[in-house]
């Protein structure tokens, strides 16, 4: 399967940079059996560049694969910083754009940690709106509902103010398809107000961020292909950020009548794009060596070394070393995890708790942010291992 055209513009400009081969199809799935795990396939990864409007795809992305209603495992809210973070970041979008008392609509809800905050702190009515949506998560609050489908043209008839859409885009192969379904629903209405986060590529392309990439994530935004695609749609960009050390890449934008040319300051030029992509090719090989190089003495000095951090993020680094042999496990604290399986790789989840008598001597943080966090736990156990952050 190989897709020629920006799935963003339409475009057939398209520049090939990195190929990951054999990676696991399936990242945040939840999987009881070792069995059932190992035998997620496997496919390559090859992202492409759009030289007409920034945008970073994988060209050979599978669509005909059940990746969503499964079930899968997403939340972050088991972490006091990941908590701190997104309450202080919804505080601020509510206030903006004077969100409170009001019809919000989240497109990927999960398992509804976020809608359920915009509601609680907003004093706002809420629809999450998700294929794999799971019940009892969340706190019940009368003024929110749910619904358990793939969002579409129809879901336009509910009452919106504010359509929110978080960490969902990057699963989206018809990204142009998608925000059109979104500007159809909207119409003639122009107060909405549309409040996206998706994990930003340039902080990727930056540092070799490789973890970052993984077969479940068809869609690499950057500022210029994320203001390319609303602009497209008739959106005007209200305001685009990073945070999250980076990692997030935040837009909020209204509809309009006529395409606005209104680029943000954020957007690179396709020049710029491009040297970032060069500097990562030519960068990549050396990064991911230096790691082999790492692991391979931390497994011939019998060092214990655990990852901290499963989801995505820890198929996206197993899926580079695994066959190193120098990991045996994965540690998560979100506990429904717990027991599970990693898909492709195979190891089972543990608690943090599991490491007070496993005593390891190095711990791989998948998302640096978290570092203070972990050191604490491991502190508060009597643990000293090294540490080392993504
Ligand atoms: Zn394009």
């Given at each position: ?169 990057e699963h989206i192969h018809g990204t142009n398809e998608f925000l059109k379904t979104i500007r159809n629903s909207i119409g003639d209405r122009k107060d909405v107000i549309l409040f ?150 195979g190891k089972q989840y543990a608690s943090p708790e599991f490491l007070k008598e496993y005593k390891p001597d190095v711990v791989i943080i998948m998302n640096g942010v978290y570092k ?19």
């Amino acid at each position: 399967m190989k897709h020629t055209a920006c799935p963003n513009c339409s475009h057939t400009d398209i520049y090939e940079f990195h190929e990951l081969k054999n990676a696991p199809t399936q990242s945040l799935v939840t999987i009881k059996d070792y069995q059932e795990a190992i035998n997620i396939p496997r496919k390559n990864i090859n992202l492409g560049f759009c030289q007409n409007c920034g945008f970073i795809f994988n060209t050979t992305f599978d669509t005909s694969i059940d990746y969503y209603t499964k079930g899968y495992e997403d939340q972050q809210g088991f972490s006091p910083t990941f908590k701190k973070f997104i309450s202080e970041i919804t505080e601020r979008v509510l206030n903006r754009y004077d969100i409170h008392n009001k019809d919000v609509i989240e497109i990927g809800c999960g398992k509804g940690d976020f809608i359920s905050l915009v509601c609680e702190l907003g004093n706002n009515r809420g629809i999450g709106i998700d294929p794999a949506f799971v019940p009892g998560r969340t706190k019940p609050n009368p003024n929110l509902s749910f619904i358990s489908e793939f969002y579409s043209e129809k879901h336009g008839a509910l009452p919106a103010d504010c359509i929110c859409c978080r960490h969902t885009l990057e699963h989206i192969h018809g990204t142009n398809e998608f925000l059109k379904t979104i500007r159809n629903s909207i119409g003639d209405r122009k107060d909405v107000i549309l409040f996206f986060e998706i994990p930003d590529i340039t902080r990727i392309l930056k540092i070799q961020a490789f973890w970052d990439i993984f077969y479940e994530h068809c869609t690499y935004m950057s500022p210029l292909s994320l203001g390319n695609l609303f602009r497209a749609n008739r959106f005007e960009v209200l305001d685009m950020y990073v945070e999250y050390d980076s990692q997030y890449l935040f837009i909020e934008a209204k509809p309009v009548d006529e395409i606005s040319t209104k680029k943000h300051p954020l957007e690179l030029s396709i020049p710029e794009m491009k040297d970032l992509i060069e500097e990562f090719k030519s960068k990549i090989g050396v990064t991911l060596d230096s790691w082999t190089k790492r692991l391979t003495e931390f497994k011939e000095k019998g060092l214990k070394t655990v990852v901290w951090g499963g989801g995505s993020k820890s198929v996206g680094f197993l899926t580079n070393f695994d066959h190193i042999g120098a990991i045996d496990h994965i540690v998560d604290i979100n506990p429904h995890m717990l027991g599970n399986y990693i898909p492709g790789i195979g190891k089972q989840y543990a608690s943090p708790e599991f490491l007070k008598e496993y005593k390891p001597d190095v711990v791989i943080i998948m998302n640096g942010v978290y570092k203070r966090e972990i050191g604490d736990m491991l502190n508060n156990m009597g643990l000293n291992p090294e540490i080392i952050p993504l």
